[in-house]
């Protein structure tokens, strides 16, 4: 499964971008060569639905379909992810446990909307980053991929995961970690870490090649200022350019 596109993540304030904007941006977007999906981050953001399947958003994943992309549908994000996953095994599993439940809730929510648009739905993402500093041990990397196993029986589409490094683990456990989540039949990516560089340039060429070629790689087209609250400033447009000739393998 070969995948090359980006990331849509939706916001409340995407409701004022005019369709003229929309029309703009998908125009510069289907210019760049090789990008032929949007993988859409959520769905949901906690409370914020974004107009649930008639409304704004599912407005602009018709647009998206019309311009000739394939669709990544990402499901129910959690605003408080990150701070309950990054637990013991007892408690992440637990708090994992009834993510899990809402994401399968989810995607039952916008089953009509994916067997209506059948012909541009490539899969599901499910937007539950993972990282060795949350999975560090083989407990809780276990108790992750049983979740897998369960969600994979609501979910008839091809799933896709994205993974970030911290270097908590070893190039070679990495591998081995990642390649047990593809072994289930889910895609993974794992990001580049260049915007948020939470490894320097020599760690991450050290992980890229010990990463399997079917692995994907997300490019971070942004530079971070500061984590908290999150800031980031977009790249140059030689270097985003330069991003779409890096080859993996």
Excluded at 39 to 51: K, L, R
Excluded at 165 to 175: A, I, R, W, Y
Aim: contains cysteine; proline residues 4%.
């Amino acid at each position: 499964m070969n995948v090359k596109g980006v990331f849509y993540q939706p916001l409340n304030r995407d409701l004022q971008i005019s369709s003229v904007e929309w029309k703009k941006l998908l125009q510069q977007t289907t210019s760049i060569d090789g990008i032929e999906d949007i993988v859409i981050q959520w769905n949901q953001y906690g409370e914020a639905t974004f107009g649930g399947q008639e409304g704004w958003f599912a407005d602009n994943l018709e647009r998206f379909q019309s311009a000739g992309f394939g669709i990544w549908l990402g499901l129910y994000s959690d605003p408080e992810y990150f701070k309950n996953v990054h637990a013991n095994e007892a408690l992440q599993n637990q708090y994992l446990s009834s993510y899990f439940v809402k994401l399968s809730q989810n995607y039952q929510l916008w089953k009509p909307w994916i067997n209506a648009n059948q012909k541009q739905v490539r899969g599901i993402y499910i937007p539950a980053e993972l990282s060795d500093y949350d999975f560090n041990t083989p407990i809780k990397r276990e108790a992750l991929n049983k979740h897998f196993i369960d969600l994979k029986k609501h979910i008839a589409e091809p799933m896709m995961i994205s993974v970030y490094l911290s270097g908590e683990m070893s190039p070679e456990q990495t591998h081995q970690w990642v390649n047990s989540i593809e072994d289930l039949g889910i895609k993974v990516m794992v990001q580049d870490g260049r915007g948020t560089q939470l490894l320097d340039d020599s760690t991450w060429n050290k992980y890229a090649q010990a990463l399997p070629c079917k692995i994907a790689v997300i490019r971070e087209a942004f530079i971070v200022e500061k984590d908290e609250p999150f800031v980031a400033q977009k790249m140059n447009k030689s270097d985003f350019y330069s991003m779409f000739e890096q080859k993996n393998c």
